[in-house]
């Protein structure tokens, strides 16, 4: 499983552009790069899962670069509600190849009226 | 609602007793698991099952006992814990184990709290 480097913890203010940096310098080919979104006393939830250039979906975007090293999160104009934890995930499609979800420490952003 | 149901959100137990944890899903997914999040730590993948079948248990002491009776069902038996075991205990589940890290549905977690 590819290990996974992000922030403990960012702040930010409400209406604000939020990027979360996750490396992963020993991705493997197979793998695919995903995030979920952890609210207090809540399970996590997935956001968006992406291989390489830009994903974009209603809550978040993905930006990959191309050596994949490295993948970037970002909630457009965030809210109070988007204070979580957000995990960065990567692994393949296939279980026994290394598509258990297995969560870091993630980051816990707050979000400040 | 996710479409994974935990009950109960909240149980307080003494180190004697015996209680279990309970998970539906709704979603006809074939693979299900159980996750422990400890304050402060990442969660920690407890138990695997697809089919019905436990396909991994992660080094797990025996006090946790998981069942899961068809694939719908999942429950997590609990004897003799220790104050430690105090946390949040969340069951997901997945098409299958064969969908890797993409399409898993978690419920809400049962907070557990051994006195």
């Known amino acids: 499983l590819a290990k996974t480097t992000q922030p403990i913890s960012m702040d930010s203010y409400e209406g604000q552009e939020v990027n979360i940096t996750c490396s992963h310098n020993n991705i493997a080919t197979n793998d695919y790069i995903t995030w979920y979104q952890q609210f207090p006393s809540q399970g996590p939830r997935f956001i968006i899962q992406g291989y390489k250039t830009k994903v974009t979906n209603e809550v978040a975007s993905l930006f990959i670069p191309a050596d994949r090293k490295s993948s970037t999160l970002s909630l457009p104009r965030v809210s109070l509600s988007d204070t979580a934890v957000y995990y960065c995930l990567v692994g393949t499609m296939i279980y026994n190849q290394g598509g258990k979800l297995i969560f870091g420490q993630g980051t816990e952003l707050s979000v400040k009226p | 609602e996710t479409g994974v149901t935990q009950t109960p959100r909240h149980l307080v137990m003494g180190m004697t007793n015996k209680k279990s944890l309970k998970c539906e899903q709704h979603?006809?997914?074939?693979?299900m698991y159980w996750y422990k999040q400890s304050a402060k730590k990442p969660l920690e993948l407890m138990f695997v099952?697809?089919?019905?079948?436990?396909?991994e248990n992660n080094s797990v002491p025996s006090r946790f006992s998981p069942e899961c009776p068809n694939s719908s069902h999942l429950f997590l038996h609990l004897h003799t814990l220790q104050p430690e075991d105090s946390a949040l205990y969340l069951c997901?589940?997945?098409?299958?184990?064969?969908?890797?890290?993409?399409?898993?549905?978690f419920g809400s977690g049962t907070r557990l709290t051994v006195v």
């Open positions: 997901a589940s997945s098409p299958s184990p064969g969908s890797g890290i993409y399409g898993y549905t």
């Open positions: 979603l006809g997914h074939n693979a």
């Open positions: 099952y697809s089919l019905e079948e436990r396909v």
